[in-house]
């Protein structure tokens, strides 16, 4: 993870929620006092957001000391603890909300790309994400992807060619649309091309597609089609899969398997953050 862009991120986020200043916690504690805040599971996942914590706390002050007790990628269960917080009261009240936000998110979609994962074992599919992410948490997200044992798709529309059905419709055909788009890129960049029926799978595979993606496609046509795709030519699967099918898919022999609702419509997973009574033994 890109730790500059990282704490430039934060930065942002902070300034959203502060604003001028933490009027709870300003009026109440003097800016000195100092306590502890332990993170706790609230239920069983991965956990992923190491670094968030780490760095979260001290943009804010750089002497708050993080200590971290689990591992991005490593299971958790109910009631474990995940890090714990020593600093200035301003310092750890000002910053829980947005570091718990970030955190549970990525843990959630680590946890969710872990079951994807598990789904699929024994075949050779393989999953990976979309673009189909948060606005300004993209870096963060397809992270927690590649946390619980997923891949990421393309970052953005910067460092490879999908030629979707507007592509091609605005273009007039794959052919046309794969051969503009060779013709002013460098070898490093790969085309992929999305396919909707046996006649596009046909063109797209002779206007020489890097990748083709069957959308929106059931199994059993996948399976029947993959016949026809060489074996140089990669393939993808989307739209549509979720945990419960996703097992058909990955069993027709495509190498890919796109899941947008790793990030899109994933459930966060339940972390607190809990203090020492003060004055409690």
Known sequence: MNHIKLESMLKQFYIEDIGDGDLSSERIFPQDEEGTFTFYAKE????????????????????????????DGEL???????????????????????????VQRMSGIATAAANAVKETSGTSARICDTRKTTPGLRMLEKYAVRTGGAFNHRNGLYDAIMLKDNHISFAGSIKEAVAKARA?????VKIEVEIESKEQLIEAIEAGADIIMFDNRTPEEIKEWLSLVPSHIATEASGGITLTNIRAYAETGVQWISLGALTHTVKALDISALVELKGVD
């Open 184 to 188: 002013s890129i460098g070898h490093t």
């Open 76 to 102: 958790v269960k109910k009631g474990d603890p995940l890090a714990k917080i020593e600093g200035r009261l301003h310092t750890l009240l000002s910053g829980e909300r947005v570091i718990l936000n970030l």
């Open 44 to 71: 069983d996942g991965i956990f992923c957001g190491g670094d968030v914590i780490k760095y979260g706390f001290k943009v804010l002050d750089e002497e708050t000391n993080v200590s971290l007790l689990k591992k």
